[in-house]
């Protein structure tokens, strides 16, 4: 069974860093794009990055250059996004989600992480 | 960037009633050479992570039951729910994969009676 397990929902002080991690297991990791989405409250979906964790290659939304980072475990199969310099405009939940290459669409996400910037 | 103009932004329907909403994109999302459409429906349920519906604009991920269907080319799409259930409340949202940036829609609020 495809699984991605993200970690626990944060609090964060503004100006600070948070890293979320998201474990996949069911499937070779390696095989797969991880994606990440932001759904601010009571808003839409926004595309942050993808990364290929086979050859460690990442694409981001411009808007997200500078804000997000995404890496990639392939020993422990786990996915990591940093998000650096938080504001209360980053307070969101980040899903995680797998992108099928034959389909090109997200068919296994994750449960969410959110993230709450406040002082 | 690709724009997704997804309308309406919300329906109030009674359970049974035909549903259809639409998805335009600012350009086409069919490649050429494998004649595949980029475009993916969603569903979120109230305090739920998104799934899958449809993906490739016409093609029923599996377990989506049947009354959903998407259709559409190019930069038109709509997704139609035949006949509308209790379990159907939630957002939906359609996706471009065709390139980067992915973009959604901004999405349509199914809302019962």
């Known amino acids: 069974e495809v699984k991605l397990q993200q970690s626990g929902d944060e609090l964060v002080r503004p100006g600070a860093s948070v890293k979320m991690s998201c474990k996949a297991s069911?499937?070779?990791?390696?095989?797969?794009?991880m994606h990440w989405v932001k759904q601010s409250p009571g808003q839409g979906l926004e595309w942050i990055g993808t990364?290929?964790?086979?050859?460690?290659?990442?694409s981001y939304n411009q808007k997200f250059k500078g804000k997000a980072t995404l890496t990639a475990d392939k020993s422990s199969n786990t996915a990591y996004m940093e998000l650096s310099r938080l504001t209360s405009e980053d307070s969101a939940v980040y899903y995680c989600?797998?992108?099928?290459?034959?389909?090109?669409?997200?068919?296994?996400w994750g449960q969410g992480v959110m993230v709450t910037v406040s002082s | 960037d690709i724009l997704i103009n997804q309308s309406p932004a919300s329906l109030t329907v009674s359970a049974g009633e035909k549903v259809t909403m639409s998805c335009k994109s600012s350009?086409?999302?069919?490649?050429?050479?494998?004649?595949?459409?980029?475009l993916a429906w969603y569903q979120q349920k109230p305090g739920q992570f998104p799934k899958l519906l449809i993906y490739?604009?016409?093609n029923r991920h599996t377990g989506v039951p049947d009354r959903f269907t998407g259709s559409g080319s190019g930069t038109d799409f709509t997704l139609t729910i035949s006949s509308v259930q209790a379990e159907d409340l939630a957002d939906y949202y359609c996706e471009q994969t065709y390139s980067y940036p992915y973009t959604f829609g901004a999405g349509t609020k199914l809302e019962l009676k």
């Open positions: 989600a797998r992108l099928e290459y034959t389909t090109d669409c997200f068919d296994y």
């Open positions: 069911g499937y070779t990791f390696t095989d797969y794009a």
């Open positions: 350009q086409s999302l069919l490649y050429s050479e494998n004649n595949q459409d980029y």
């Open positions: 990364i290929i964790p086979l050859i460690d290659t990442t």
């Open positions: 490739g604009a016409s």
